[in-house]
C-alpha cells in the first residue's frame, strides 16, 4: 500500500493563504470522490476538516476548502491564522488490494 | 456524541502480542455503511491505516501487515479489538482507534501509545 504523496511542509504568513496537495492514483484519489483532509495538532486526536473532496463538516471555519483534479487533491486556507499550525494530513478510498483506506505522509503547516 | 476509548498495555515486549480494545459510546456500532478502524502513528511519522471491521465480522487489512493483524468485533459489548502479532520496536506507536466510512474517519478516539521494549 503506497501512501499519498503530499509535501512535507509548507508555511505562510498570517492572513495568507497556502495550498497543500495531495497525490495518488486512480485507485484512490482519481478514482472516487472520497478524499478527507485532518488537521492534527500533537497530542490530540486527528480533527476532520474536509470531506467528500469539498466539504466541511459543522462547525469547521470556511477558511478550509478542498478541491480535485484528476490524481490530485488540494487543501486550501485562505486567511492564515497562528492556531493553523498543525500537521495536516490527506485520506482517500482506495480500490486496491482489499484495503479501504489510504493516508498520506502529511504537511506541516507553519505560521510564519 | 460518538465516542470511542482505546484501553491495553502501554508496554509489549519485542516478540510478543500486542492487544487493544475499543469501546464505543453515544452510538450504535451496528451502523450500516460504517466501519471501525485501527489507525496507527509511529513517533515522528505519518498516520497509517492498520486495518478495519465492518459489524457483520468483514474485515480488510493493511498488506503491510496482513499476515499479523487480527481485528475483531463483540457488538454485544461495542467494542472492537486489535490483536498485532510478532511485534518489534518499528511498531511502537500512537494507536488510534476510529470509525470510517467510505475511507474517510468521521471519529477518533484519543489513541494510546504503545511501546515495544525490553
Known amino acids: 500500500q503506497s501512501a499519498l504523496t503530499q509535501p512535507a511542509s509548507v508555511s505562510g504568513s498570517p492572513g495568507q493563504s497556502i495550498t497543500i496537495s495531495c497525490t495518488g492514483t486512480?485507485?484512490?484519489?482519481?478514482?472516487?470522490?472520497?478524499v478527507s483532509w485532518y488537521q492534527h495538532h500533537p497530542g490530540k486526536a486527528p480533527k476532520l476538516i474536509i470531506y467528500?473532496?469539498?466539504n466541511r463538516p459543522s462547525g469547521v471555519s470556511n477558511r478550509f476548502s478542498g478541491s480535485k483534479s484528476g490524481n490530485t487533491a488540494s487543501l486550501t486556507i485562505s486567511g492564515l491564522q497562528a492556531e493553523d499550525e498543525a500537521d495536516f494530513y490527506c485520506?482517500?478510498?482506495?480500490?486496491?488490494?482489499?484495503?479501504?483506506?489510504?493516508f498520506g505522509g502529511g504537511t506541516k503547516l507553519t505560521v510564519l | 456524541q460518538l465516542q470511542l476509548q482505546e484501553s491495553g498495555p502501554g508496554l509489549v515486549k519485542p516478540s510478543e502480542t500486542l492487544s487493544l480494545t475499543c469501546t464505543v459510546s453515544?452510538?450504535?456500532?451496528?451502523?450500516?455503511?460504517?466501519?471501525w478502524g485501527w489507525i496507527r502513528q509511529p513517533p515522528g511519522k505519518g498516520l497509517e491505516w492498520i486495518g478495519s471491521?465492518?459489524?457483520?465480522?468483514?474485515?480488510y487489512n493493511n498488506p503491510s501487515l496482513k499476515s499479523r493483524v487480527t481485528i475483531s468485533v463483540d457488538t454485544s459489548k461495542s467494542q472492537f479489538s486489535l490483536r498485532l502479532t510478532s511485534v518489534t520496536a518499528a511498531d511502537t506507536a500512537v494507536y488510534h482507534c476510529?470509525?470510517?466510512?467510505?475511507?474517510?474517519?468521521?471519529?477518533w478516539g484519543q489513541g494510546t501509545l504503545v511501546t515495544v521494549s525490553s
Open positions: 471491521i465492518y459489524y457483520g465480522g468483514n474485515t
Open positions: 467528500d473532496v469539498n
Open positions: 476510529a470509525r470510517h466510512r467510505n475511507g474517510q474517519v468521521t471519529y
Open positions: 453515544g452510538g450504535s456500532i451496528i451502523s450500516s455503511g460504517d466501519y
Open positions: 486512480s485507485s484512490d484519489v482519481g478514482g472516487y470522490n472520497y
Open positions: 485520506s482517500s478510498f482506495t480500490s486496491s488490494s482489499s484495503t479501504l483506506v489510504v
